[in-house]
């Protein structure tokens, strides 16, 4: 069972999808990742860019954050999405978007920039590279940005060109997932 840990939908359940089709973050990993960046949330612009059930961008609205953006690519998880920022009362703080990440990616070019991005794409895609390439290219990182990586191998950039933009801060692995929390390098921020 998922549920909201804190904040102003704390204890709220919140539906998944019934087989392989996502991943949930677990209980224990998303509790490290919200105590990592807890003083980094309030007021905060936030990208959920796998949504798959919404849990992390709705968690980080329930402790502050001032608004998010939930993207999946299919019609069943942008369902789930959907009730679940409903549920938990925090719809009108959510933009709930169906589309793929490259896709969506490429139509912001500049026009929103992110303070939190949540990147959980399906381990066996090899996504997360063109992920992080992509909020770079398209400058939509704003200075001092916290992307909260998760994924099936300590190595989640693909080429050190993408990895040269990105400063790690944080690893750690819990059961089968890899957290890496990351945030652009100070060239970057400059840029």
């Known amino acids: 069972m998922m549920r909201i840990i ?3 939908a704390r204890g709220t359940k ?6 392989d089709m996502t ?3 677990t209980e224990r990993a998303k509790e490290a990742i919200f105590s990592m960046i807890q003083f980094d949330i309030e007021g905060r612009s936030v990208l959920d860019l796998f949504a798959g059930s919404g849990q992390m961008g709705l968690e980080a609205l329930s402790r502050g954050a001032e608004h998010a953006t939930l993207v999946d690519q299919a019609k069943a998880p942008i369902g789930i999405i959907t ?4 549920k938990t009362r925090l719809a009108d703080r959510c933009r709930i978007v169906c ?3 490259a896709e969506f990616l ?3 070019t500049g026009s929103e920039r992110y303070d939190l991005v949540f990147l959980d794409p399906p381990y066996g895609d090899n996504l997360l590279p063109g992920a992080l390439r992509l909020l770079m290219e398209k400058r939509l990182l704003k200075p001092g940005a916290l992307l909260v990586c998760e994924s099936g191998s300590e190595t989640i950039f693909g080429d050190t060109a993408t990895a040269a933009k990105y400063t790690v801060l944080r690893t750690a692995k819990y059961g089968v ?13 400059d840029a």
């Open 14 to 19: 919140l539906a998944t999808l019934e087989g």
């Open 177 to 189: 997932s890899y957290v890496t929390l990351l945030t652009p390098a100070e060239k970057e921020a």
């Open 106 to 108: 490429r139509s912001r």
């Open 6 to 8: 804190t904040g102003t």
């Open 99 to 101: 589309a793929d990440y």
């Open 23 to 25: 991943r949930p973050t």
């Open 83 to 86: 009730q679940n920022a409903q």
